[in-house]
């Protein structure tokens, strides 16, 4: 009953005898398809508008590649001919002060986002809100221009630049240009960058003055997909008690993560306290509009935690912003 | 061409489009140490530093680490040149194995290396700096608490400040020279070096990849299977269908229920059935052959759960109907007994779906060997089994079959049924070649059977003093598209449905129903965990309504030897439930001034609430219900005197090669280092049974015994003939013979045998104290093991997180044969209860699998782990090795309800579907605030 594989001498079992012809055809393996076939990693700006302009247009651009890779390797995404991978892009790497503004390379790590003292002088937010994404190994390689690059409503690292009203420099080998943060979204994890064109350079957000504060808070739930349930980054500038400026970002609340310019039009001008609170917590939810996900949470939760939130990243930003004023007065 | 540096070692490699870090280390460098659990940067086990940092191996690509310098477990321990394979073993690995971190040891070269990059970038780590570093390298046997006092002892030993000392652990009361003594484990060396072989870690020339066409379909007719598109790809050596099939065309652990491949107008039954399976020169080239055949299916209507699989007029999913099992319990009359309560209080609760998530995900490779003989390498938990199906499989004598067991990253009983065995048995019988099926993460989550989601409704009737008169439940079980081991996992959750308590009047039914949903199966726990969870909450619930101590209802109604439980069975010995109750109570009263079960707030943040929470389980040791439950063992002596021990349960993390050796030792009067253990080979160890229902301890552990004592016998007589005297004449002690004043070494004892021509070996069969089938009253299982815990839980008030702080836990375990692997199995069992409690939901949609990544099945981390404080009650059993009964499922059975309630606790929210919603918890405190009902 057994003969088949008992007559057959084993290690060499591919000859015709072995199994029927039609149900095996034996070509030598050429060319497997795989997630990609060339993989540049540039050193420098000029070197990857070159590696752009030489793959075009069959190519894509990836920074850290924590989330891409995946995406590639899972097939939700085609494979493809050329990745350009721009982690390594020198002009992409350093976090810098310059003409009153602090300057994010794209390239940089999470983890080096998250323990640099400019960002945790500068950027409160950015600091708390990178050193959530991912675990450590993650944040070793993914990159804040890999966050915003995927566009997600409620990516953590894009809140917090948002609620910093963050700029982004774009360059492609059409040239360069500066934009808003928001610009660069355009749906759910859809981003306006022309697709294996554009690459971020870096971000750059104003440096802090004395009164300036600002903070990040997220809710997660522990079962599921480790994104937030919801998301909220507070910027505030205060003077003798009073807030100049407000600046407040919130995800998932629409496609793309957004600013609650209505509730920081309220907040200018008050002083922090239970009432000021309570008061915009019913401003936020009037004008931002939660909506139920499956599995994850209701538009009810995500409205009452858009109030704790509110609370936590107000008071959190508050104390900053009032530590560092009486710091300017001592 | 890119130039990389390995542990030291430069080398320069072609570049090979698409491939990551992981593959080339394992696969082109053969540095198989690192191990690949999800693929998709979920579980950390691919950890290796680059330049110093802690990277993903398995989605770094390989080339973005030309020119950088890579370390590997591999590269840690210092090799002495002579002799070649002694290594000074590096701290970090000399403090996992005195910690007692390493359990199945897949994570432990992701945990080894996450640690050293951060003792390198933080020589003086604290707690916090650990649990930061370490939040994503997932370790499912959960060592956690160990792992991070290894962490703080090689910190030292780096720093030169310090010494690694052994885990603070107690030996047990009852300890002997080996039994019962702190002692590492005989393949712990292997395990922090990286040198242990997983499945995949081997590799045959000319071996080939298979892989299966699932049918992503949960329930319809396949109507054509269209394999043109497929066999035009390069690479392709085969690719089968049913219609190839000569032999058998099911399989099944118990019911041969499960289509090895589904055939043209055959049903499919769920999502991770096959219908097709291709081998291929590479993996790219499976993966294509799989996405080009072509299957057109006639959809059906999809039976998603067992309530509606149990309607009239539904689909009957199997020719025996949707009704696996009606099972069945019955003591006194529960109708006289609600008649006759005060009070009487029901509730119906629910229970998620659950996924084992061992980090290792299946593997097979078969080959057909010289001999014409079919081998199939796996980490399997049943090797006999797997034997008996592939040989049914590919027409095959069971003697033409050798499983060749390997180690096993974590099995929990997701590893008893068959997976890829048969599939690359047929594939290698039909090329020739050897072939190896890896399932990755997305396809083991598809396709190997769960935990069984229930509904069990529970109803107490109790009088005004707590004192339980009549218990009733009835119980939904969800066992998916086939049998597996569904009847005995329900049988099992319906008799200890009643809880670990007295009550004159029970009756118990549960319905085990065939669904379109993902098979389920053997679970740590085996159905107890989920009727744990329901009666331990209606106890505390009634605690409430009488107005009585929660511990004190339990202690007032708790088993104790003398007993009969709900089936029937008067308890004789080793009845530890009511001292593991006082052990946890003691020490909780020690902690909490007051009652510990109110509310406290959180001294930090008062809107942060705390309270603790109760409960007791109880959990068969064997498979009892009338199953003969025997294991053969085998016991030979080699010529430098020392032994070896055989027989075929697996290792799976939970220690069973220590326990067979300290046990070994221990009988022959040897140091247990001279007993070498070799497990789970069918060509080379005899039949140990299944390693399920906390067997091996007592079934294996006693054939282990047995075969020693007979060792024994016959070194008696082998010697008295020799010697010419009685048998009884000689002593055999201190791993010395003695006859007549004088003295013969084991090694000696070997040269006797040779002398005579007798082999030097002894084998055995154990067989297990008789039991009687359900309904049949009298002793349903030889032992039971008995546990309380206690837990204290976190609430914030605002969000409805829910942390767990602490866990006490007692537990009886008849007697601890090896104490340091106890202690982490009570850890890592409870972080396990956590999970199921908190963060662990297996979804499906219409049959359809959600959480189908490990990025969408969470499983605790070390940041869930709480502090856990165990104490050992040994109520020896007499029929056990030295006392011991089973160990490995009781400890993770109360962790869910002690939670549970402690939320209650500390919110009014009770609890009654897992996992906890943290939404609904929420939801509770601030009820005016909320309109609209969850709609989840």
Same mark, same amino acid.
């Given at each position: 009953?057994?003969?088949?594989?008992?007559?057959?001498?084993?290690?060499?079992?591919?000859?015709?005898?072995?199994?029927?012809?039609?149900?095996?055809?034996?070509?030598?393996?050429?060319?497997?398809?795989?997630?990609?076939?060339?993989?540049?990693?540039?050193?420098?700006?000029?070197?990857?508008?070159?590696?752009?302009?030489?793959?075009?247009?069959?190519?894509?651009?990836?920074?850290?590649?924590?989330?891409?890779?995946?995406?590639?390797?899972?097939?939700?995404?085609?494979?493809?001919?050329?990745?350009?991978?721009?982690?390594?892009?020198?002009?992409?790497?350093?976090?810098?002060?310059?003409?009153?503004?602090?300057?994010?390379?794209?390239?940089?790590?999470?983890?080096?986002?998250?323990?640099?003292?400019?960002?945790?002088?500068?950027?409160?937010?950015?600091?708390?809100?990178?050193?959530?994404?991912?675990?450590?190994?993650?944040?070793?390689?993914?990159?804040?221009?890999?966050?915003?690059?995927?566009?997600?409503?409620?990516?953590?690292?894009?809140?917090?630049?948002?609620?910093?009203?963050?700029?982004?420099?774009?360059?492609?080998?059409?040239?360069?240009?500066?934009?808003?943060?928001?610009?660069?979204?355009?749906?759910?994890?859809?981003?306006?960058?022309?697709?294996?064109?554009?690459?971020?350079?870096?971000?750059?957000?104003?440096?802090?003055?004395?009164?300036?504060?600002?903070?990040?808070?997220?809710?997660?739930?522990?079962?599921?997909?480790?994104?937030?349930?919801?998301?909220?980054?507070?910027?505030?500038?205060?003077?003798?008690?009073?807030?100049?400026?407000?600046?407040?970002?919130?995800?998932?609340?629409?496609?793309?993560?957004?600013?609650?310019?209505?509730?920081?039009?309220?907040?200018?001008?008050?002083?922090?306290?239970?009432?000021?609170?309570?008061?915009?917590?019913?401003?936020?939810?009037?004008?931002?509009?939660?909506?139920?996900?499956?599995?994850?949470?209701?538009?009810?939760?995500?409205?009452?935690?858009?109030?704790?939130?509110?609370?936590?990243?107000?008071?959190?930003?508050?104390?900053?912003?009032?530590?560092?004023?009486?710091?300017?007065?001592? | 061409?890119?130039?990389?540096?390995?542990?030291?070692?430069?080398?320069?490699?072609?570049?090979?489009?698409?491939?990551?870090?992981?593959?080339?280390?394992?696969?082109?460098?053969?540095?198989?140490?690192?191990?690949?659990?999800?693929?998709?940067?979920?579980?950390?086990?691919?950890?290796?530093?680059?330049?110093?940092?802690?990277?993903?191996?398995?989605?770094?690509?390989?080339?973005?680490?030309?020119?950088?310098?890579?370390?590997?477990? !591999?590269?840690?321990?210092?090799?002495?040149?002579? +002799?070649?394979?002694?290594?000074?073993?590096?701290?970090?690995?000399?403090?996992?194995?005195?910690?007692?971190?390493?359990?199945?040891?897949?994570?432990?070269?992701?945990?080894?290396?996450?640690?050293?990059?951060?003792?390198?970038?933080?020589?003086?780590?604290?707690?916090?700096?650990?649990?930061?570093?370490?939040?994503?390298?997932?370790?499912?046997?959960?060592?956690?608490?160990?792992?991070? !006092?290894? &962490?703080?002892?090689?910190?030292?030993?780096?720093?030169?400040?310090?010494?690694?000392?052994?885990?603070?652990?107690?030996?047990?009361?009852?300890?002997?020279?080996?039994?019962?003594?702190?002692?590492?484990?005989?393949?712990?060396?292997?395990?922090?070096?990286?040198?242990?072989?997983?499945?995949?870690?081997?590799?045959?020339?000319?071996?080939?990849?298979?892989?299966?066409?699932?049918?992503?379909?949960?329930?319809?007719?396949?109507?054509?299977?269209?394999?043109?598109?497929?066999?035009?790809?390069?690479?392709?050596?085969?690719?089968?269908?049913?219609?190839?099939?000569?032999?058998?065309?099911?399989?099944?652990?118990?019911?041969?229920?499960?289509?090895? *491949? &589904?055939?043209?107008?055959?049903?499919?039954?769920?999502?991770?059935?096959?219908?097709?399976?291709?081998?291929?020169?590479?993996?790219?080239?499976?993966? !294509?052959?799989?996405?080009?055949?072509?299957?057109?299916?006639?959809?059906?209507?999809?039976?998603?759960?067992?309530?509606?699989?149990?309607?009239?007029?539904?689909?009957?999913?199997?020719?025996?109907?949707?009704? *696996?099992?009606?099972?069945?319990?019955?003591?006194?009359?529960?109708?006289?007994?609600?008649?006759?309560?005060?009070?009487?209080?029901?509730?119906?609760?629910?229970?998620?779906?659950?996924?084992?998530?061992?980090?290792?995900?299946?593997?097979?490779?078969?080959?057909?060997?010289?001999?014409?003989?079919?081998?199939?390498?796996?980490?399997?938990?049943?090797?006999?089994?797997?034997?008996?199906?592939?040989?049914?499989?590919?027409?095959?004598?069971?003697?033409?079959?050798?499983?060749?067991?390997?180690?096993?990253?974590?099995?929990?009983?997701?590893?008893?049924?068959?997976?890829?065995?048969?599939?690359?048995?047929?594939?290698?019988?039909?090329?020739?070649? +050897?072939?190896?099926?890896?399932?990755?993460?997305?396809?083991?989550?598809?396709?190997?059977?769960?935990?069984?989601?229930?509904? &069990?409704?529970?109803?107490?009737?109790?009088?005004?003093?707590?004192?339980?008169?009549?218990?009733?439940?009835?119980?939904?079980?969800?066992?998916?598209?086939?049998?597996?081991?569904?009847?005995?996992?329900?049988?099992?959750?319906?008799?200890?449905?009643?809880?670990?308590?007295?009550?004159?009047?029970?009756?118990?039914?549960?319905?085990?129903?065939?669904?379109?949903? +993902?098979?389920?199966?053997?679970?740590?726990?085996?159905?107890?965990?989920?009727?744990?969870?329901?009666?331990?909450?209606?106890?505390?619930?009634?605690?409430?309504?009488?107005?009585?101590?929660?511990?004190?209802?339990?202690?007032?109604?708790?088993?104790?030897?003398?007993?009969?439980?709900?089936?029937?069975?008067?308890?004789?010995?080793?009845?530890?439930?009511?001292?593991?109750?006082?052990?946890?109570?003691?020490?909780?009263?020690?902690?909490?001034?007051?009652?510990?079960?109110?509310?406290?707030?959180?001294?930090?943040?008062?809107?942060?609430?705390?309270?603790?929470?109760?409960?007791?389980?109880?959990?068969?040791?064997?498979?009892?219900?009338?199953?003969?439950?025997?294991?053969?063992?085998?016991?030979?002596?080699?010529?430098?005197?020392?032994?070896?021990?055989?027989?075929?349960?697996?290792?799976?993390?939970?220690?069973?090669?220590?326990?067979?050796?300290?046990?070994?030792?221990?009988?022959?009067?040897?140091?247990?280092?001279?007993?070498?253990?070799?497990?789970?080979?069918?060509?080379?160890?005899?039949?140990?049974?299944?390693?399920?229902?906390?067997?091996?301890?007592?079934?294996?552990?006693?054939?282990?015994?047995?075969?020693?004592?007979?060792?024994?016998?016959?070194?008696?007589?082998?010697?008295?003939?020799?010697?010419?005297?009685?048998?009884?004449?000689?002593?055999?002690?201190?791993?010395?013979?003695?006859?007549?004043?004088?003295?013969?070494?084991?090694?000696?004892?070997?040269?006797?045998?040779?002398?005579?021509?007798?082999?030097?070996?002894?084998?055995?069969?154990?067989?297990?104290?008789?039991?009687?089938?359900?309904?049949?009253?009298?002793?349903?299982?030889?032992?039971?093991?008995?546990?309380?815990?206690?837990?204290?839980?976190?609430?914030?008030?605002?969000?409805?997180?829910?942390?767990?702080?602490?866990?006490?836990?007692?537990?009886?375990?008849?007697?601890?044969?090896?104490?340091?692997?106890?202690?982490?199995?009570?850890?890592?069992?409870?972080?396990?209860?956590?999970?199921?409690?908190?963060?662990?939901?297996?979804?499906?949609?219409?049959?359809?699998?959600?959480?189908?990544?490990?990025?969408?099945?969470?499983?605790?981390?070390?940041?869930?782990?709480? !502090?856990?404080?165990?104490?050992?009650?040994?109520?020896?059993?007499?029929?056990?090795?030295?006392?011991?009964?089973?160990?490995?499922?009781?400890?993770?059975?109360?962790?869910?309800?002690?939670?549970?309630?402690?939320?209650?606790?500390?919110?009014?929210?009770?609890?009654?579907?897992?996992?906890?919603?943290?939404?609904?918890?929420?939801?509770?405190?601030?009820?005016?605030?909320?309109?609209?009902?969850?709609?989840?």
């Amino acid at each position: 009953m057994d003969s088949v594989v008992a007559a057959r001498n084993p290690g060499d079992g591919v000859g015709p005898d072995a199994r029927p012809v039609e149900k095996c055809r034996l070509i030598t393996s050429t060319d497997p398809m795989t997630a990609w076939k060339q993989y540049y990693l540039p050193q420098t700006l000029s070197e990857a508008i070159q590696t752009i302009n030489s793959c075009n247009p069959s190519c894509l651009i990836i920074s850290g590649g924590t989330d891409l890779l995946l995406e590639l390797t899972q097939r939700h995404r085609p494979a493809v001919e050329n990745l350009i991978d721009v982690s390594r892009v020198i002009e992409m790497s350093a976090i810098e002060e310059r003409d009153g503004r602090l300057f994010i390379g794209a390239a940089v790590p999470l983890k080096h986002v998250a323990a640099n003292p400019l960002v945790n002088k500068h950027a409160q937010a950015l600091a708390e809100s990178t050193g959530q994404i991912g675990g450590p190994q993650v944040r070793a390689v993914g990159t804040l221009g890999g966050n915003v690059g995927h566009a997600l409503p409620a990516g953590d690292g894009a809140i917090s630049l948002l609620a910093l009203d963050a700029w982004a420099t774009i360059t492609s080998p059409q040239g360069t240009r500066h934009v808003p943060l928001l610009d660069l979204y355009t749906g759910p994890g859809v981003s306006s960058l022309i697709p294996g064109q554009e690459i971020i350079v870096n971000f750059d957000i104003p440096v802090h003055q004395a009164g300036t504060g600002s903070a990040f808070s997220r809710v997660m739930r522990p079962q599921g997909v480790a994104l937030p349930v919801i998301n909220m980054a507070a910027w505030i500038t205060v003077d003798k008690a009073i807030i100049q400026q407000a600046s407040i970002a919130v995800g998932p609340a629409g496609p793309i993560p957004r600013r609650a310019q209505g509730l920081e039009k309220f907040l200018t001008g008050k002083t922090f306290g239970s009432s000021v609170l309570a008061e915009g917590q019913r401003i936020l939810l009037e004008e931002v509009k939660f909506r139920s996900s499956p599995l994850r949470a209701t538009a009810e939760y995500r409205d009452h935690l858009a109030g704790v939130l509110l609370e936590r990243v107000l008071t959190s930003a508050w104390h900053r912003a009032v530590d560092t004023s009486y710091a300017r007065v001592s | 061409m890119m130039e990389i540096i390995v542990n030291g070692q430069p080398y320069q490699l072609d570049e090979k489009p698409g491939e990551m870090l992981a593959d080339l280390l394992r696969y082109r460098l053969g540095l198989t140490g690192t191990k690949v659990g999800c693929n998709e940067s979920e579980c950390g086990a691919c950890t290796v530093l680059l330049d110093g940092s802690p990277v993903l191996s398995c989605s770094y690509p390989a080339v973005k680490a030309s020119g950088h310098n890579i370390t590997t477990i !591999e590269g840690l321990a210092e090799k002495k040149t002579i +002799p070649d394979q002694v290594v000074k073993l590096h701290p970090l690995q000399e403090a996992f194995i005195a910690k007692g971190a390493v359990q199945c040891g897949f994570c432990i070269p992701g945990q080894i290396m996450t640690s050293y990059g951060l003792l390198l970038a933080n020589p003086n780590p604290g707690d916090h700096d650990i649990r930061e570093a370490l939040k994503d390298t997932l370790c499912r046997c959960a060592g956690y608490s160990a792992i991070s !006092e290894a &962490i703080m002892d090689a910190g030292a030993v780096m720093r030169g400040e310090g010494h690694i000392t052994r885990r603070a652990v107690p030996e047990s009361s009852l300890a002997r020279n080996s039994v019962g003594r702190l002692a590492d484990r005989p393949e712990a060396v292997a395990k922090v070096t990286g040198k242990a072989k997983f499945s995949d870690d081997i590799h045959f020339d000319g071996m080939l990849i298979g892989r299966a066409k699932r049918t992503y379909t949960p329930h319809a007719f396949v109507r054509s299977i269209d394999l043109s598109d497929a066999r035009k790809i390069p690479g392709i050596r085969a690719i089968l269908t049913a219609a190839d099939l000569k032999h058998a065309h099911n399989h099944g652990l118990v019911v041969n229920d499960w289509p090895i *491949l &589904i055939g043209i107008d055959e049903r499919v039954r769920y999502v991770g059935d096959a219908v097709a399976i291709v081998a291929a020169d590479s993996k790219e080239s499976a993966d !294509e052959a799989i996405a080009a055949i072509r299957v057109v299916y006639d959809e059906q209507p999809v039976i998603d759960n067992p309530v509606l699989a149990r309607q009239p007029g539904v689909t009957q999913l199997h020719e025996t109907g949707n009704l *696996l099992k009606h099972i069945k319990v019955r003591k006194g009359d529960v109708e006289v007994g609600f008649a006759s309560s005060d009070l009487v209080i029901e509730h119906t609760f629910h229970t998620a779906m659950t996924d084992h998530a061992f980090i290792e995900p299946e593997c097979s490779i078969a080959r057909v060997n010289e001999e014409g003989r079919m081998e199939v390498y796996v980490g399997s938990q049943i090797p006999y089994s797997d034997r008996k199906q592939v040989a049914a499989a590919i027409g095959f004598s069971e003697d033409r079959v050798r499983i060749i067991g390997m180690l096993i990253g974590g099995g929990f009983g997701g590893k008893e049924d068959i997976m890829g065995q048969i599939h690359a048995a047929l594939l290698a019988s039909e090329t020739g070649h +050897p072939v190896k099926i890896l399932f990755d993460r997305h396809e083991s989550l598809l396709v190997h059977p769960k935990r069984h989601a229930t509904q &069990i409704h529970v109803k107490i009737g109790a009088k005004w003093d707590g004192r339980l008169v009549a218990v009733q439940t009835e119980l939904y079980g969800d066992t998916g598209a086939y049998a597996s081991l569904g009847e005995k996992v329900m049988t099992r959750a319906t008799t200890h449905s009643i809880g670990p308590y007295e009550s004159d009047h029970a009756r118990a039914d549960c319905y085990a129903m065939y669904t379109n949903n +993902p098979p389920a199966g053997a679970f740590r726990g085996f159905g107890v965990t989920q009727s744990a969870f329901a009666i331990e909450s209606l106890m505390d619930m009634l605690a409430k309504e009488l107005g009585v101590d929660p511990i004190e209802l339990r202690r007032k109604n708790a088993l104790h030897v003398g007993s009969v439980t709900g089936t029937g069975q008067v308890l004789k010995d080793s009845v530890g439930l009511l001292e593991c109750i006082e052990k946890v109570e003691t020490e909780l009263r020690s902690r909490v001034e007051g009652d510990p079960f109110a509310p406290r707030p959180c001294p930090d943040d008062p809107a942060r609430v705390r309270a603790w929470g109760f409960s007791t389980a109880f959990k068969n040791t064997g498979l009892g219900g009338g199953a003969p439950d025997e294991a053969g063992a085998d016991v030979e002596l080699y010529e430098d005197g020392t032994l070896q021990v055989r027989t075929s349960s697996a290792e799976l993390g939970q220690g069973l090669c220590t326990v067979l050796r300290l046990i070994v030792a221990e009988e022959m009067e040897i140091a247990a280092e001279k007993v070498d253990v070799l497990l789970s080979d069918t060509d080379l160890t005899p039949d140990g049974g299944p390693t399920t229902a906390s067997r091996q301890t007592y079934v294996s552990g006693n054939a282990g015994l047995h075969a020693a004592r007979e060792f024994k016998e016959a070194i008696r007589s082998v010697l008295a003939e020799k010697f010419d005297c009685e048998p009884e004449a000689i002593q055999i002690r201190g791993g010395m013979a003695v006859i007549a004043g004088q003295v013969l070494t084991l090694a000696d004892v070997y040269q006797v045998f040779k002398e005579v021509q007798r082999e030097p070996r002894i084998r055995t069969l154990y067989r297990a104290p008789e039991t009687k089938p359900l309904g049949q009253g009298g002793d349903m299982h030889f032992a039971f093991s008995f546990a309380a815990q206690a837990a204290e839980v976190e609430v914030d008030t605002r969000t409805g997180e829910v942390k767990v702080l602490e866990i006490i836990a007692a537990t009886d375990v008849g007697a601890a044969i090896n104490p340091l692997g106890l202690a982490v199995q009570v850890e890592g069992g409870a972080v396990m209860g956590l999970g199921n409690a908190l963060t662990e939901a297996f979804l499906t949609r219409g049959g359809k699998v959600i959480t189908d990544r490990m990025a969408r099945y969470r499983i605790p981390s070390i940041t869930h782990t709480p !502090e856990v404080t165990s104490f050992i009650v040994e109520h020896p059993v007499a029929s056990g090795p030295f006392g011991a009964k089973g160990v490995g499922e009781i400890v993770s059975i109360p962790t869910t309800p002690a939670i549970t309630n402690a939320i209650f606790n500390a919110t009014g929210y009770r609890v009654d579907h897992l996992p906890v919603d943290q939404e609904l918890v929420a939801r509770h405190i601030h009820a005016s605030k909320f309109v609209k009902p969850a709609d989840q």
